[in-house]
């Protein structure tokens, strides 16, 4: 395929996708966006649940890996 | 670097900040991508959520701001494209139905959209943003985190397909 036929289809895709650089964002979404961390920073993630789980099993079944985790810690 | 620095240790007015000064790009990057305002707006808002949570992980001291959002809010826009994408079936001719130029022109654009739609995401913003937006093949590069000749690739063979669906569909590039 040559250079020719790639500027044939800028102009076909041109004609049926308008540019849509200049585009404005016609509204602040700064209120969506605290609405977003609110709703989401409450909520802990499943894994970070299993995580501790884990982590308590550990340290409840196996107390000699205190002074492991306190080391990375 | 003050502001990044301080973004970067989790302060969130530091956040709203750099939230104000980009979100504008951010939106304007992402709708150029899915070309719808309501959705661009949503992956927006997405973009920055993924950036506050990656926060830790920001160098502050590179200190490139604008380019990292546009990753993230890159690879935001193909997630959306990968979940929303569905097959556009090319409009089938009437019968018998004599064509005006006009008619011809419309279906002509009809089945470019549905042809573009059908790419697979990464050849689609690939394809849209170098012909479509006239965006320059290394911002795409960096966009996308790869190089400048796979965009160029991702490119080729965008309008390779492009060609063959439409050539498929009786219309000839």
């Given at each position: 395929?040559?250079?020719?036929?790639?500027?044939?289809?800028?102009?076909?895709?041109?004609?049926?996708?308008?540019?849509?650089?200049?585009?404005?964002?016609g509204r602040d979404l700064w209120p969506a966006m605290v609405e977003r961390l609110s709703t989401q920073?409450?909520?802990?993630?499943?894994?970070?649940?299993?995580?501790?789980?884990?982590?308590?099993?550990?340290?409840?079944?196996?107390?000699?890996?205190?002074?492991?985790?306190?080391?990375?810690? | 670097m003050e502001l990044l620095g301080r973004f970067a240790a989790g302060?969130?007015?530091?956040?709203?900040?750099?939230?104000?000064?980009?979100?504008?790009?951010?939106?304007?990057?992402?709708?150029?991508i899915v070309r719808e305002r309501a959705t661009a707006e949503d992956l927006t808002i997405e973009t920055f959520w993924r950036m506050y949570r990656a926060h830790a992980r920001f160098d502050a001291a590179k200190g490139n701001c604008a380019g990292w959002l546009r990753r993230i809010a890159t690879?935001?826009?193909?997630?959306?494209?990968?979940?929303?994408?569905?097959e556009v079936p090319l409009p089938e001719d009437p019968p018998d139905k004599p064509k005006t130029p006009a008619t011809e022109r419309s279906e002509?654009?009809?089945?470019?959209?549905?042809?573009?739609?059908?790419?697979?995401?990464?050849l689609r913003v690939?394809?849209?943003?170098?012909?479509?937006?006239?965006?320059?093949?290394?911002?795409i590069a960096e966009a996308l985190g790869i190089s400048v000749s796979a965009v160029k690739v991702r490119v080729f063979r965008g309008v390779r397909i492009l060609r063959k669906?439409?050539?498929?569909?009786g219309v000839h590039p």
């Open positions: 395929m040559s250079d020719r036929e790639i500027e044939e289809m800028k102009k076909l895709a041109k004609e049926a996708l308008p540019a849509l650089r200049d585009a404005e964002l920073r409450s909520g802990m993630p499943w894994w970070d649940w299993v995580l501790l789980a884990g982590a308590s099993a550990g340290i409840l079944f196996v107390p000699g890996v205190i002074p492991a985790l306190l080391y990375h810690l | 302060d969130v007015e530091a956040f709203e900040t750099l939230f104000r000064e980009y979100q504008c790009d951010v939106y304007r990057w992402i709708l150029r690879n935001a826009a193909l997630d959306h494209l990968r979940r929303t994408r569905r002509l654009q009809q089945a470019i959209l549905s042809a573009i739609n059908g790419l697979s995401p990464r690939a394809v849209v943003l170098a012909l479509v937006e006239e965006e320059p093949y290394d911002s669906e439409l050539t498929a569909a």
